[in-house]
């Protein structure tokens, strides 16, 4: 007779204590695989990092990207959209694809990212609140039936030839707390969004506006509600403390107050001085302005005011190198792509009620985009370089509009040396979906 041999244990079989030992020695990214690897593990993983014993490391920003072959949204042969969007870590310079679950994000375009959670928008004007890394959804009223001014007439606009669907009605989009879901925090969980309205600005041409809808447990949602912004286009929106920041095309701020029943505007602030920075800055330098963009960041307590110069557009070949129009075989292909040239920082002067321009962020780094600005210590990102702006491209129009390119401009300025580089190579011009920035959270 032969010798018996012991059924092997499942590793579901595992003890509590001992899947917990194998936990604490994880790093981020293997404590997702932990949780994908059954359902008992992922109860194990859930309990262990909700605890108090858990102390979660610091993040670098994560890149949520196309794979980089992909350079639109291409169908497979089934006809549905291919969900194999994946995460760059800057520290190791790694594209992941087995930690998260993407394919929610191809059921909407990615209007936001705040705190590791996505703000998605579908074709039918849903919007849903996604954490990829975990897969919790919450779905907020559709803006058809939200109470948002432009959508009374978002399905002519839809319909016609300038938009394709009610998406580009949303040029951002925040969370108002950075603990969603946590019962401590639900009554102050909501978003806050910029949207577009055809037609009311002056001379009929479109303008910006704020709204947010509160969203306090699990099965009841309020209705968007607009803020009474004063001026006719925003550029950008963050929410920290119990208030919400948005500043204009020209760098004026208002600034309203969450901490009471209803939001109470507590700053309005009319500047122009960072957009005439910028431009005189610009001309000084011989750099081409094509456009300007105005970013607001809170850093180590105080509101920075970040302006972005977008350079004159340039024509490059198959491999990337510049080439002038006029120039070579009229049959190869050239692509005519834009290009971020520098920045500008400005710290608003609450005495003073006025901006501040700034040559150095010390040891910080801010990351920029279509997600909610944010400014993290340089030791606690791994890979990057302190006193820098890490961005991304925030010009959605120019990926719909524009057939040859968009969504590609990306890199890091360091404002020690003025210099801009790439962090991330690719030969593709046009990336869509638009990157953007996410900070790991998956609890």
């Not at 016609?160 to 951002?172: E, I, L, P, Q």
């Not at 094509?290 to 350079?311: A, D, K, P, Q």
């Not at 057939?403 to 580089?421: E, P, T």
Request: hydrophobic share 35%; glycine share 8%.
């Amino acid at each position: 007779m032969g010798i018996k041999r012991k059924r092997d244990a499942a590793w579901s079989d595992l003890g509590t204590d001992i899947s917990e030992c194998i936990l604490r020695r994880l790093g981020f990214v293997d404590i997702l695989r932990f949780k994908r690897a059954c359902s008992w593990w992922f109860s194990v993983a859930e309990s262990y990092t909700s605890s108090s014993c858990y102390r979660p490391c610091f993040q670098t920003p994560w890149l949520l990207l196309p794979p980089p072959d992909h350079q639109e949204e291409k169908a497979d042969k089934g006809g549905e959209r291919s969900r194999s969007l994946c995460f760059f870590n800057l520290d190791e310079k790694k594209a992941y694809r087995d930690v998260c679950l993407c394919g929610e994000v191809y059921e909407g375009r990615c209007v936001g990212s705040s705190h590791g959670w996505l703000v998605l928008l579908d074709r039918t004007s849903n919007l849903i609140v996604f954490n990829p890394f975990c897969g919790a959804r919450i779905q907020l009223v559709s803006l058809k039936e939200g109470g948002l001014k432009l959508l009374d007439d978002v399905d002519a606009f839809a319909g016609g030839k300038k938009y394709k669907d009610c998406r580009a009605f949303v040029s951002k989009a925040v969370l108002m707390s950075d603990h969603i879901g946590k019962k401590k925090n639900k009554d102050k969980d909501g978003v806050v969004l910029i949207y577009v309205v055809e037609g009311e600005g002056r001379y009929g041409t479109k303008m910006n506006k704020l709204a947010f809808c509160m969203f306090k447990d699990k099965d009841k949602y309020g209705r968007f509600i607009d803020l009474d912004g004063a001026y006719e286009r925003y550029d950008d929106v963050i929410c920290y403390d119990d208030v919400v920041c948005a500043i204009s095309s020209y760098g004026s701020v208002e600034v309203w107050d969450f901490s009471g029943s209803s939001p109470t505007k507590v700053m309005d602030m009319r500047s122009s001085l960072p957009r005439l920075k910028a431009i005189e800055f610009a001309i000084s330098s011989r750099q081409v302005c094509n456009w300007l963009h105005f970013y607001l960041v809170e850093s180590c307590g105080e509101l920075l005011s970040v302006v972005r110069v977008v350079g004159d557009f340039v024509y490059v070949d198959a491999d990337g190198k510049s080439v002038r129009d006029s120039d070579g075989d009229n049959n190869k292909p050239k692509i005519r792509i834009y290009q971020t040239s520098m920045f500008y920082v400005f710290r608003l002067d609450l005495h003073q009620k006025e901006w501040v321009e700034m040559d150095s962020l010390a040891d910080q780094v801010v990351f920029l985009g279509g997600n909610q600005s944010i400014s993290l210590r340089a030791e606690d990102c791994p890979g990057c370089l302190n006193n820098s702006i890490y961005f991304i491209d925030s010009s959605w129009e120019q990926a719909d509009e524009n057939h040859s390119s968009g969504g590609h401009d990306m890199g890091y300025y360091n404002l020690r040396d003025k210099s801009v580089k790439p962090f991330y190579h690719s030969r593709c011009y046009k990336m869509k979906p638009t990157p953007i920035w996410v900070l790991p959270n998956p609890w």
